[in-house]
């Protein structure tokens, strides 16, 4: 009864690994499950975490079971303004040399998360990979190229400011 997967925009949920038991033919005592959750506002994170724990703890109370749960924040999420100085530069620096500039919202986590966290400022490129985290996650050799070329852009950019 757990909403999983991308459960609402820029909201994600999901069960990573369930372990447990020690013999095919012997009812586990215990088992453990791993995954996250991810969202953009600590506030919609920590309904999102609740909802997950209110479905474990029901379905294990309807089997006569319980449940502990260990929850860790690895990161916060971060936004920045469309009309803020970096992303108008890095979007003019992907449009001088022929790219789409788009701003989108993403539900990742990158070390920008992480950096964000310690007072940076960082912004996370897209890169054109696609399928991420699947079996078929790829980025085609294009994509890599024209992410080099968008850096230098955005260096080029910084440099002569």
């Known amino acids: 009864s757990m909403e999983l997967g991308r459960v609402a925009p820029n909201v994600s949920a999901n069960v990573g690994t369930i372990s447990g038991g020690n013999a095919d033919n012997i009812i586990p005592a215990e088992c453990r499950v791993t995954g996250e959750c991810r969202a953009l506002t600590r506030e919609i994170l920590d309904?999102?975490?609740s909802?997950?724990?209110?479905?474990?703890?029901?379905?294990a109370r309807a089997g006569g079971g319980k449940v502990t749960t260990d929850w860790k924040l690895e990161y916060e999420g971060f936004r920045f303004d469309e009309e803020d100085e970096m992303v108008k530069l890095v979007c003019s620096a992907a449009t001088a040399i022929g790219l789409e500039a788009r701003v989108e919202i993403s539900g990742g986590g990158t070390d920008a998360n992480i950096l964000s966290s310690k007072g940076a400022r960082p912004l996370a490129l897209g890169t054109g990979m696609t399928d991420f985290h699947a079996t078929t996650e790829h980025i085609a050799v294009r994509d890599l190229v024209?992410?080099?070329r968008h850096i230098l852009a955005i260096c080029s950019a910084i440099a002569s400011r």
């Open 47 to 49: 309904r999102t975490r």
């Open 146 to 148: 024209d992410t080099a």
């Open 51 to 59: 909802s997950l724990e209110e479905a474990m703890q029901d379905a």
